[in-house]
């Protein structure tokens, strides 16, 4: 208590101390019991002051102003006095008012206009605002005019230790490596306080840990925290949480403080070897097993974590090493002991293993710590299985002559039950490889026999599949191919490579080559082939052929004479014959066709057949038909042309009855009948394009030229149609420039109303049968005179 009183004193009484040290000497007078006064003197006034005056006393100056203070957070009873402002041209006859405006003046601040006092009427934070500036001014009473000019002044409001300090980020988390030497930085933690940093200690800062000793330790200004015991073990314990304090007022008592939670996480560092779970591993393993299959596992644990803990396994002493093999799981980080080879039951029944686990990433400040690895036996049983029969030998390959005998031994498989009971094995041949049945296998011996003629010519090679059961167990099998070689003998007679056909020119010369031949043999001797070749004995003096044998095994035949005619003879035979060199030889005959022909002087043959003699002299085949295809040529023209003269004859005037051009004129307005003869332009009836002149055919160019004939005038109105039909029929016909073709002009519009309907012949259903238009007269006078027309017309066409 003592402490916290005195803490208190120096509180109040620190701002009194700065007050008095800061204000002007006219300040200084007023006695500590009453507020601070400022005060002005009038200049007129101090220049009559005395030269001693002078000396002994400091001068008056007219509105001295400095600071005020108030402290924050005051609530008394009544407003607090602040200050006082006074005037000596204030004689005390109450003449004078003072004035108070700026921050505040009127809602915190109120001045007495009498006295000059200052008092803060609400209750002040200086976190909200920390000073005010205001504005004071002395006027007359009566006539509110200024009786100085006005001065500013600050009113500072003074802090008191009333905030707590806050940590604005916390709760805080930190890491930092397990094994760590004594001090490690973690982090650092800041608070803040409110409170002014410049007055007091109110700001002033101490950390301290509440809870995490004896492991963390603070700096007390700094708020760094560090190790405070070295070698901590993350495998011990691996999360820390420290409680930190921040107090104000330097730390001492009464000060206010503020509290927050750091988590510590110790990270991982490879410390620990791997171990084993166990010394000594047991596994079984059938012996029929498939190559790469998993057998067991071995793990060797690590309280490491991460990649720290990873391990490599390795097979590194036994007798089973090059049968087996160990992987590593990257996942479940254990061995997988694997089969490399096959393994045999009768041969060896067991295998010792030892393995080693090794860390992968090795932290070299902690090798002193001994070898990070570890070390287990692995002992593999094997188990005997039912296994299928074993052949002697992977593969078989056999050879049989082509000529040999049918059910003669070709070869022989064996094969064995690598079982200790040791089961009877039965051969047999898999069909499916020996489709013709050629071979056959004795089922106890396995002795292969040839079942049907073999011919090398038309298959060389035979593959078979032979199968091994075991009789105890028919589900026990094994497979081997079989490549049988079929052996050539010499039982194929040589013959021509192909069928030749010699040209022999008449005027050829004596010694000439005709043609060389060459020959062919299905055999196939180990040496190669080399044939003789001879003519029949009794063709041995043939006068108009020899042959030579020449050294790439092939026969030239050359002829003997010149002076070949085919007239004479076109076509001569020579048989020849072709001698093998095997044992014993073959030969056949083999006959060569020579053709005579005509051969220009270079040689080339141009013709090999009699009737050439028969074509004209000087004409070859190409001439003719050069020939011919001209002829061809006039032929089209000709018929060409006659074509085009019938087409130029045809008449101009088309009989068709169904070719019909029609010049459709539209008049979309509805007469009055005959009666109404102002209701339409008789001149719509023209052909407008046909008023100024003549207007050619387009479709046939005329065979004559004429003179355009003279335009006629448009026809006034009130003109009789059928007048004008009739002028105009008889102009057309008399015209030898006008279009063979009648011009019909079709009214397709009858106007609205009609009872009649519509009157277009073209949509009327009358052929050349007789229509009877007497229906026309009983529509009324209007169609009466149309009636009269149509019944002339029919008159005339009966006549």
């Known amino acids: 208590m003592p402490e916290r009183l005195a803490e208190m004193l120096l509180d109040l009484w620190t701002p009194l101390i700065i007050l008095w040290i800061t204000l002007p000497p006219c300040i200084y007078s007023a006695p500590m019991n009453q507020s601070p006064v400022l005060m002005s003197g009038s200049p007129l006034e101090l220049n009559r002051l005395s030269e001693e005056q002078r000396i002994l006393n400091r001068s008056k100056r007219g509105w001295v102003w400095n600071q005020m203070f108030v402290l924050e957070e005051f609530s008394g009873p009544e407003p607090i006095l602040v200050g006082r402002l006074h005037t000596d041209l204030d004689p005390g006859s109450k003449k004078i008012k003072y004035i108070l405006s700026g921050d505040g003046a009127g809602t915190i601040f109120q001045i007495n206009d009498v006295t000059g006092d200052i008092h803060a009427i609400k209750r002040l934070d200086r976190e909200e605002k920390a000073e005010y500036t205001l504005t004071a001014q002395a006027v007359d009473w009566e006539t509110n005019k200024p009786l100085e000019p006005p001065s500013e002044f600050i009113i500072k409001v003074q802090d008191i230790n009333d905030n707590a300090p806050e940590f604005l980020n916390g709760p805080y988390h930190a890491t930092v490596p397990e094994m760590s030497i004594l001090g490690t930085s973690v982090t650092n933690v800041t608070a803040t306080d409110a409170d002014d940093p410049v007055y007091g200690n109110s700001a002033k800062l101490v950390y301290s840990i509440l809870e995490g000793q004896p492991y963390f330790s603070i700096e007390p200004e700094t ?88 391990s490599s396994y390795d097979i590194i002493d036994g007798d089973g090493t090059a049968l087996f093999e160990i992987t590593s799981d990257a996942q479940a980080q254990d061995g997988i002991i694997r089969l490399r080879k096959p393994l045999d039951f009768e041969t060896k029944k067991s295998y010792t293993l030892k393995v080693e686990a090794a860390n992968v990433h090795i932290d070299p400040r902690f090798s002193g710590r001994g070898p990070f690895k570890d070390t287990a036996t692995v002992k593999i049983v094997v188990e005997d299985a039912d296994e299928p029969p074993v052949f002697s030998s992977p593969t078989y390959l056999l050879e049989v002559h082509e000529n040999a005998a049918l059910n003669s031994v070709i070869g022989q498989v064996t094969a064995r039950d690598p079982d200790i009971t040791s089961s009877p094995i039965r051969f047999s041949i898999d069909r499916h490889t020996d489709l013709e049945r050629q071979f056959n296998i004795n089922a106890d011996d396995g002795k292969i026999t040839l079942a049907t003629p073999l011919d090398r010519e038309l298959s060389v090679w035979h593959n078979i599949t032979i199968i091994a059961t075991e009789i105890r167990n028919h589900s026990q099998i094994s497979r081997v191919p079989v490549a049988i070689k079929v052996l050539d003998v010499n039982d194929n007679a040589p013959e021509f490579a192909s069928e030749y056909e010699a040209f022999l020119c008449e005027n050829g010369k004596p010694g000439q080559v005709i043609q060389t031949v060459s020959a062919m043999d299905k055999d196939d001797p180990k040496n190669g082939h080399y044939f003789l070749y001879s003519l029949l004995p009794e063709m041995v003096n043939n006068p108009n052929f020899t042959i030579k044998k020449n050294e790439d095994n092939s026969l030239s035949i050359l002829a003997k004479h010149n002076g070949f005619n085919r007239q004479k003879q076109e076509v001569y035979l020579l048989p020849i014959i072709i001698s093998d060199s095997g044992n014993p030889p073959l030969s056949s005959t083999s006959t060569l066709t020579i053709r005579v022909c005509g051969c220009s002087s270079d040689g080339v043959v141009q013709s090999c057949n009699v009737e050439a003699y028969v074509l004209p002299i000087g004409l070859s085949m190409g001439a003719l038909i050069a020939i011919l295809a001209c002829i061809i040529l006039l032929l089209v023209i000709v018929v060409l042309f006659v074509t085009l003269r019938r087409h130029k004859n045809e008449p101009l005037i088309i009989k068709d009855d169904e070719d019909v051009r029609e010049n459709i004129i539209r008049y979309d307005d509805e007469g009055g009948g005959e009666e109404d003869t102002e209701a339409f332009d008789i001149a719509t009836l023209q052909n407008p394009d046909g008023i100024n002149g003549f207007l050619p055919r387009k479709d046939i160019k005329p065979d004559l030229q004429f003179m355009p004939r003279q335009g006629l005038a448009p026809v006034p109105n009130g003109v009789d149609v059928d007048e004008f039909i009739n002028v105009r029929l008889h102009e057309a016909d008399n015209d030898p420039t006008a279009p063979p073709y009648d011009s019909i002009q079709i009214y397709g519009y009858e106007g609205r109303g009609s009872v009649a309907g519509s009157l277009s012949s073209l949509e009327s259903t009358t052929s050349d049968s007789d229509q009877n238009f007497d229906y026309l007269s009983d529509w009324g006078p209007r169609f009466k005179r149309l009636g009269e027309l149509y019944s002339v017309g029919e008159s005339d066409k009966e006549t």
């Open 223 to 310: 708020a760094i925290i560090k190790t405070a015991l070295p070698n901590m073990d993350r495998e011990a314990k691996e999360e820390y949480l420290v409680v930190i304090q921040a107090k104000d007022m330097g730390g001492h008592s009464g000060g206010l403080s503020g509290t927050t939670t750091l988590t510590v996480t110790l990270t991982d560092v490879n410390d620990n070897p791997p171990k084993f779970a166990q010394s000594l591993y047991h596994f079984s393993v059938p012996e029929d097993v498939v190559l790469g299959t998993a057998i067991g596992r071995v793990k060797a644990n690590d309280q490491d974590i991460g990649e720290n803990a990873q």
